[in-house]
């Protein structure tokens, strides 16, 4: 499995960038995706822990008309801000 097949781009939004925080008592710790539309919630967890060499606690996927959204919620001891970094989107 290649994982650039699986996760097509950074969903980047106001709201996605608030979702990105790990502060204490209010950790979201969340990076968000578009993924394509066949992927199940198995391989785009396993896509992001190969990408960006992170532990994925949980992924909530739904559909839209901008296509199906992967929101992955990180592993505790995983900075999604530090990760988000190595995207280059920030």
Known sequence: MNP???IL?????EKSMENRLNE?????????FLV?????KKVVKKAV???FDVKVESVNTRI?????HASVKLAEGY???ETSLKLGAF
């Open 36 to 40: 394509v539309r066949t992927a199940n």
């Open 79 to 81: 900075d999604a801000e």
């Open 64 to 68: 839209t008309k901008a296509g199906k």
């Open 24 to 32: 204490p008592g209010r950790s979201i710790n969340r990076l968000e």
């Open 49 to 51: 822990e190969l990408l």
């Open 4 to 6: 650039y097949d699986i």
């Open 9 to 13: 781009q950074p969903w980047i939004t």
